[in-house]
């Protein structure tokens, strides 16, 4: 029994110290630290890191206006046309319009570029509305080609005067249809209640005789009212008055552009304005700098393929190197220009000179400095209208 009792409190014991042995590790380890683990190697750049570095720094993004416009599809036909796979790559952005493309430009992360017009840009100019400096944060790539004015009415209406009192339907509050729209009627003296509906509804107002007019800016023939039937509406002519010179072109409709709404041999007058494409102006060293930079010798040296088809005939209006009046433009831009006409120039004096040599050997009669000058500008001007010719 007392060998019972004992055997039983020995097992005890021994089980409680056989519970308690898991702490001497930790008490032993204060003691007697173990050696650090030296810090894992850092893991090298992998293949996900370097192609996502690439295709962000190789990409550029241009802010266009709706799909009911032109911009949309331009900014389309340039991604399509200086695409060049993972080394420039062009993102179309849909947009809310011309005066909001401007302030995405200049506020919104990562937009690089966006389609605007001229008289949006003097707009904000003149109401200092983005800041005194403006002229200075916007630098242009390029004008583009001209947007028309369309205001459409039903068969009623014969006088843009008309107007004055109705309701006109000037698309999303803030874009620049709404702000061209509305400079348009109140140059003209036309006080109408401007109201701010989509495209669509406001045809189906128009049709219904709810509305007098609505107001498109877009370049002809508008994808809003290409295939719009007749159903008693008609385009108003716009009368090119001399308060419309400074800011706008004149332009006409034909029966070509809109068959439902235009006779045949039958013309009808408007105006237009110029599109720009515009950044923002970056310090040269900056990335965003570099990426417009890229993006503007991809687009100048494809310039040609944007007036062939299937691209929009507009392209055909553009010439890159024409400047925009009272702003600046993109340093990278010019830079490319410029150096296109002195290698453009370098190439017609050699042309020339061997042109006089040829004509030295068959007259046998040196040319004097004089006239080897006045010969040169008249070569220039033969090469520039045979170019034009062809």
């Not at 006045?374 to 220039?380: C, H, K, N």
Request: one cysteine or more; charged letters at 25%.
């Amino acid at each position: 029994m007392r060998f019972a009792l004992a055997l039983g409190l020995g097992l005890i014991a021994f089980a409680a110290v056989g519970e308690a042995a898991p702490e001497a590790a930790p008490r032993a380890s204060r003691i007697h630290p173990k050696p650090e683990v030296p810090p894992r190697a850092v893991p090298s750049r992998s293949l996900t890191d370097d192609v996502r570095s690439k295709m962000n720094e190789n990409v550029v993004t241009i802010m266009a206006g709706s799909p009911s416009g032109t911009d949309l599809s331009t900014a389309y036909e340039i991604a399509r046309v200086v695409d060049d796979g993972d080394d420039l790559r062009v993102l179309p952005i849909v947009g809310k319009g011309a005066a909001q493309s401007v302030k995405d430009v200049m506020f919104l992360r990562g937009v690089d570029m966006g389609i605007t017009q001229a008289n949006i840009l003097k707009h904000f100019a003149q109401t200092d509305e983005l800041g005194s400096n403006f002229i200075d944060q916007i630098v242009y790539v390029a004008k583009l080609f001209t947007e028309e004015v369309h205001i459409i009415t039903r068969s009623n209406i014969m006088d843009v005067q008309q107007l004055n009192g109705q309701l006109v339907n000037l698309g999303e509050q803030g874009s620049g249809t709404d702000i061209t729209g509305h400079l348009i009627l109140s140059t003209l003296g036309v006080n109408a209640k401007e109201l701010h509906l989509s495209d669509p509804e406001a045809l189906e107002k128009l049709r219904s005789g709810e509305i007098a007019a609505i107001v498109v800016m877009a370049g002809k023939p508008a994808p809003a009212i290409e295939y719009v039937n007749g159903d008693g509406l008609k385009l108003l002519p716009i009368p090119y008055t001399k308060e419309l010179e400074d800011s706008y072109y004149p332009a006409t409709f034909t029966h070509e552009d809109y068959p439902e709404l235009i006779p045949k041999d039958q013309t009808i007058d408007t105006v237009s304005v110029c599109t720009v494409l515009v950044a923002f102006n970056w310090g040269r060293d900056s990335l965003r700098y570099k990426k417009v930079a890229k993006f503007v010798d991809a687009f100048f040296r494809k310039f040609d393929a944007f007036q062939q088809p299937p691209q929009h005939p507009k392209w055909r209006e553009v010439n890159f190197a024409a400047t925009l009046e009272g702003w600046h433009r993109s340093p990278a831009a010019q830079a490319w220009i410029e150096h296109a006409k002195e290698t453009t120039g370098t190439a017609a004096k050699n042309s020339f000179d061997s042109f006089l040599a040829e004509a030295a050997k068959v007259s046998g009669l040196p040319v004097s400095d004089a006239k080897r000058a006045e010969l040169f500008r008249d070569f220039l001007e033969w090469k520039k209208a045979k170019s034009s010719d062809q």
